[in-house]
């Protein structure tokens, strides 16, 4: 398959199903201006946490043993992430670039920054490349890298770079952890898989109940993109060359010196490295009082230049397919 054909299928079948969900949440509360957007937001992400995403979580753990080349999504994603928010550390915090940021603007950017829509919008481009078993790598990737490491280093960031008061008593990052329903569910399955007890009719069913996972959240993308506020701005789009370019060229650089042969699981890392700002970061900078505005537009802009960098990725060959 040459790069156009693959280009176009690619459009038709993985950024057009995806651009129609996020424009429908955009749209929406224009048709129905009565809509409580902020309440409609939290119930429907509610509803994700609490039983779409488990549900797709323990159906995938459940039948997904454990290898060494599974593991190295998780690991070379980390990889990239975390040397991306080094190079985002130089740019926004010790470099003279934009000296009217404030601590809380800088902090959510480097959470958006770093970390990337890996399971929502990873998930899709990797079905399209490696077929629907590929689903493994971004669940995997989730639960191994993305959530620990979000909610440790990304929780220093958050309180430690971004906080105005540094001072006062910070949340127990192990209490968050244990009280998300995604935790248990993928650790159910994962036990389940280990211990020979995956019951199939049950893996049927959370298969089909998570299957809303994606469109719920993209839709609610799209109520999340303050769209008449995409204002280009440099500290905003240098942030998402980061996170849509050098984080997957990173791993790229990294993987083969790793893995000298490399196979799907090296190549679908690069996807997941690829992706655009998590909507995490919005969570993140919510809850720790982090530039949220910022973080919205970071998400917003990254998630349009998406569309534009990924060919570029296929283009230079970075995906071996």
Same mark, same amino acid.
């Given at each position: 398959? @040459?790069?156009?054909?693959?280009?176009?299928? &690619?459009?038709?079948?993985?950024?057009?199903?995806?651009?129609?969900?996020?424009?429908? *949440?955009?749209?929406?509360?224009?048709?129905?201006?009565?809509?409580?957007?902020?309440?409609?937001?939290?119930?429907?992400?509610?509803?994700?946490?609490?039983?779409?995403?488990?549900?797709? !979580?323990?159906?995938?753990?459940?039948?997904?043993?454990?290898?060494?080349?599974?593991?190295? $999504?998780?690991? &070379?994603? /980390?990889?990239?992430?975390?040397?991306?928010?080094?190079?985002?550390?130089?740019?926004?915090?010790?470099?003279?670039?934009?000296?009217?940021?404030?601590?809380?603007?800088?902090? #959510?950017?480097?959470?958006?920054?770093?970390?990337?829509?890996?399971?929502?919008?990873? =998930?899709?481009?990797?079905?399209?490349?490696? /077929? #629907?078993?590929?689903?493994?790598?971004?669940?995997? @990737?989730?639960?191994?890298?993305?959530?620990?490491? $979000?909610?440790?280093? *990304?929780?220093?960031?958050?309180?430690?770079? *971004?906080?105005?008061?540094? @001072?006062?008593?910070?949340?127990?990052?192990? *209490?968050?952890? !244990?009280?998300? +329903?995604?935790?248990?569910?993928?650790?159910?399955?994962? #036990?389940?898989?280990?211990?020979?007890?995956?019951?199939?009719?049950?893996?049927?069913?959370?298969?089909?109940?998570?299957?809303?996972?994606?469109? $719920?959240? !993209?839709?609610?993308? /799209?109520?999340?993109?303050?769209?008449?506020?995409?204002?280009?701005?440099?500290?905003?789009?240098?942030? =998402?060359?980061?996170? &849509?370019?050098?984080? +997957?060229?990173?791993?790229?650089?990294?993987?083969p010196l790793i893995y000298p042969r490399m196979g799907e699981a090296q190549y679908a890392a690069i996807v997941e490295g690829s992706t655009p =700002?998590?909507?995490?970061?919005?969570?993140?900078?919510?809850?720790?009082?982090?530039?949220? #505005?910022?973080?919205?537009?970071?998400?917003?802009?990254?998630?349009? !230049?998406?569309?534009?960098?990924?060919?570029?990725?296929?283009?230079?060959?970075?995906?071996?397919?």
């Open positions: 398959m @040459n790069y156009f054909t693959q280009l176009f299928d &690619l459009m038709v079948q993985v950024m057009l199903p995806l651009s129609l969900l996020v424009c429908a *949440g955009a749209l929406w509360p224009r048709f129905f201006p009565d809509t409580q957007v902020e309440q409609m937001r939290s119930d429907l992400n509610r509803l994700v946490m609490y039983l779409f995403y488990p549900s797709i !979580l323990f159906a995938v753990a459940s039948t997904t043993p454990i290898s060494f080349d599974l593991l190295s $999504v998780p690991l &070379l994603v /980390g990889i990239g992430s975390l040397a991306s928010g080094a190079v985002l550390y130089v740019l926004l915090y010790r470099l003279p670039l934009w000296p009217q940021l404030t601590d809380q603007t800088r902090a #959510a950017l480097m959470l958006g920054g770093m970390f990337g829509n890996t399971f929502n919008i990873g =998930a899709p481009v990797l079905i399209f490349f490696f /077929g #629907a078993e590929a689903l493994r790598y971004a669940v995997f @990737n989730d639960m191994l890298m993305t959530m620990p490491v $979000v909610w440790t280093l *990304g929780v220093w960031i958050a309180t430690r770079l *971004g906080s105005q008061d540094r @001072n006062t008593s910070q949340p127990s990052v192990i *209490g968050v952890m !244990l009280t998300m +329903p995604p935790i248990w569910a993928f650790l159910a399955g994962f #036990a389940c898989q280990q211990l020979g007890l995956t019951y199939q009719p049950l893996v049927k069913a959370t298969q089909f109940i998570g299957q809303a996972t994606i469109p $719920v959240i !993209l839709f609610v993308l /799209g109520m999340t993109i303050p769209w008449r506020k995409l204002v280009p701005r440099g500290e905003i789009l240098a942030t =998402a060359g980061v996170k &849509l370019l050098l984080t +997957p060229l990173i791993v790229w650089l990294i993987a =700002a998590m909507m995490t970061a919005l969570l993140l900078a919510d809850r720790f009082k982090l530039d949220s #505005a910022a973080a919205a537009l970071l998400i917003g802009w990254s998630t349009i !230049l998406f569309w534009l960098t990924l060919p570029l990725i296929m283009a230079f060959g970075w995906i071996g397919t």
